[in-house]
Every structure is written in C-alpha cells, then in structure tokens.
C-alpha cells in the first residue's frame, strides 16, 4: 500500500501562487505516472497535470500555462507550481500516482482562491 502525503495548500488571492508537494511513502522510480486531480464542490474529479517516469507532462488546458508539475528524484517528492491562481481554480486537489495497474490517492488538500 502506497502512502502519499501531500501539503502546500491555503488560501489566496486571485493572481496569487501556491505550489502543492507530494510525498510518496516509496521511491518514485517505482510508479510508472505521478499527477493531481482536482475536485470542485458539485463537480467530478478533474486531471489537472501528470508527469511520467521519462519525465514527460501533460496538462489540463485550463492550467496550462499557469501550473507547472515536477518531480525532485533527491527529494522523492512531486510538486505542482501554481501560478496566476483564479478563483475557479478553488478546490480539492489529490495527488495520484499509478503503480503497475493499481492507482493510489493522497487525501487531498483545499486550494481555495478569493476572488
């Protein structure tokens, strides 16, 4: 059973930035795709960016261009960079990673954006 721990989350202004961590309970060679969702209050959970093990990105075109998702091999950690925050950007976001065929989630931590 994968652990992940994340944090970084709070309340900001529009324009504002935040930048999430994830800290996976093992080393992140070891999942083959590492990203965050995101859920609004009433809405369903949305792909906001992944990250591959060759270190190739994929993001959400509502983000792109504002978040940036990384991963620091030293740290064992994956990070989401958001800048430019809106306010529509308020909500739940869960780190995901996918190992061989299982999925994992963190327990998500509130992004909320004041507009």
């Known amino acids: 059973q994968v652990q992940l721990v994340e944090s970084g989350g709070g309340l900001v202004q529009a324009g504002g930035s935040l930048r999430l961590s994830c800290a996976p309970s093992?080393?992140?060679?070891?999942?083959?795709?590492m990203g965050w969702y995101r859920q609004a209050p009433g809405k369903q959970r949305e792909l906001v960016a992944t990250?591959?093990?060759?270190?190739?990105?994929d993001y959400a075109d509502s983000v792109k261009g504002r978040f940036t998702i990384s991963r620091d091999n030293a740290k064992n950690t994956m990070f989401l960079q958001m800048n430019s925050l809106k306010p529509e950007d308020t909500a739940v976001y869960y780190c995901?990673?996918?190992?061989?065929?299982?999925?994992?989630w963190g327990q998500g931590t509130q992004v909320t954006v004041s507009s």
């Open positions: 995901n990673v996918k190992k061989r065929w299982f999925t994992y």
């Open positions: 093992e080393s992140i060679f070891s999942f083959n795709i």
């Open positions: 990250i591959k093990s060759v270190n190739s990105t």
